[in-house]
Structures are given as structure tokens and as C-alpha cells.
């Protein structure tokens, strides 16, 4: 005899639009409650694929059914059943349908998703050498045309899903590779004022300076922005001098030579610091540092800072530098 959960969920499948939308609603209701979620996880062979199915249906049912999904996923066992039964591949189809209504949840989908090695994998495309990539590719061109400036900006959680790839080697050389430029697409999304976009980006930058041993060249072929998104949100908040400025690339100078909004989430600055300390951990990564007076800027930045977790990853790069600095340049003084 079925329960009345099973029951329940038989209806999501009712030819009837009402008692579909009025089993969906319910179902959603019920994912907002560890309770709920628990006792859900429990049918979840007979919840995903009818949720799943509901997502292409018109906004009153995909709306609450995705958002239904998108709290299932926080369940890591059930986001794994989700990944098994082909999701991301599904949501990926579903995302660039031109009458799609529920982009936003779409995405924070994958976000929960990709927070587990076959997730990643999936999105990755890694069984598949002809399609490898393109997933991703199509997920950072969307985040780099959509607008932050407006309140509704759907594809702002792409940041949480690259931070999520490039915890892994394939994700981080995936990004890395100079012939599709996709880090140089992304790091031009940290001038965007949403905070949540900004965050995805430095996290990102930060993993993937893991590989800069051997990908330092590729690195470094994208300094021109490169060094602007990891050392403006550490420079400190007063205006440089000519002589400071005059040993700066022009895209570097140029932003520290005029007021700016300072970078006021610790986290990022502490991403920044990490991504520096992993670039010069390379000899050639010193030396670029030091060729557009990084040393300076932070010890201009550290003077200022208040933060002990910003000022620890200051020191660590400061030990660093003096560590293997020939030279008697700048150095920050702890």
C-alpha cells in the first residue's frame, strides 16, 4: 500500500495541470524543512525524474519543482543520484532554450552539483573528447554577457560553479588553456560590482594559480589583467605617487592613480594574497612581480590593513619575497 508521500508524489505525473501544480507546490513546501528533505530522500527514485520532468513544463510547475531540486541537492547523497541519472546534461539543454524561465535556479543547481567530483566531471564533459569543454565554455560566455548591473542577474552564481571546477586539475587546465582564453573572459568579470560575481572570480584565479608551476607562461600571457584583479583589491586605499605609478604597467597604474572603491570582503583579499604567494613561489613569477612594483603595493596595502587573517596571507608573501629577493628592493616589513 502507498504512502501518502508516494502518493504525493504520483500526482506530480496527474494529467491534470491543477493537481500537478498543487502536488509541486506541496513538494517544494516540503523541501524547506530538514524533515521534509529527509523524508523525501527516502523516494528520491521516484521524486528526481518527476521533478525533473516538471522543468520543462510552463513557470508554475518548473519554478517550484526546480527550486524543490535546488534543495534536494544541498543532500550530497541525493545531488550524487542526480548526477548518475544524466542532470547536468538535462539542465545544460534546458538552460539555453530560448523560452527558459528558471535560469537562475538552473544554475544554482549545478552550483550544489558540481560540489562533488562526478559533478564535475559530468560538466566537465571528461568521457567525451569531442565535447569536452563545451559545457563550460558556454556557461562563461553566458556569465561574461549577462549584465550585473541590473537586479536580475541569472547567471551571477557561474562564479560558485568555476570556483567548484577548479578545485580539480582537469577543471583548472581546462580554464587554463591559452587556446579557448576562458580565464581571460573571467577575470574581466571582477571589475563587476556584484559582490557574489567578484568572489567567484578571485576564488577561481586563486585555484588556478595552484598549476603555476606548470602553467606559469600561460599565466602570465594574460598578466595585463591578471595583476590588476589580484593586486587592486590589496593596494590599500590611498593614491599612489608618480614614482610608485611610473614602475606599474599603465592598466595597473592608472586604476591606483585615482580614488576607487576599496575591496571590502576580507575573503577576497585573503583569495588574492593565496594567488600571488602561489605565482611566486616560481622564480619567473617573482620576477613579474616585481616588474610591475608588486612588492610595493603591498606593502602599501599591508600598512592599511586590519584584518590579522589578510595580514597573516600579506606576511606569508612578504616572507616570501625577502626569502628570495638579490635584490634590496621593497620589501613589506612584518
Known sequence: MATELEELLGFLSSPSPQITKAAVDIVRGLTGSEDGLQSLAKYSKIALPSLSRLLTGPKEVSEPAAEALVNLSQNSDVAAKMVEMGTIKMIMEILYKPDSSITRLLIMLLVNLTQLDDGIASLLQTEDEKMH???????????????????????????????????????????????????????????????????????????????????LQNLLLISEFLWPALLLPVAGNKIYNEQDISKMPLELGSALAIEREPVTDPEIRVQTLEAVYLITLQEAGRSAFWSVNGPRILQVGYEEEEDPKVMEAYERVGSLLVDNSSTGGPSIET
Open 133 to 215: 569543454g563545451l559545457h563550460v565554455m558556454k556557461l562563461v560566455r553566458s556569465f561574461c554577457r549577462s549584465s550585473s548591473e541590473s537586479s536580475d542577474d541569472p547567471f551571477e552564481h557561474v562564479g560558485s560553479i568555476l570556483v567548484n571546477i577548479s578545485k580539480q586539475e582537469a577543471g583548472r587546465k581546462l580554464l587554463l588553456d591559452p587556446k579557448r582564453g576562458l580565464l581571460k573572459q573571467i577575470i574581466r568579470q571582477f571589475d563587476s560590482s556584484s559582490p557574489l560575481r567578484k568572489k567567484g572570480v578571485s576564488g577561481t584565479i586563486r585555484n588556478c594559480c595552484f598549476e603555476a608551476e606548470s602553467e
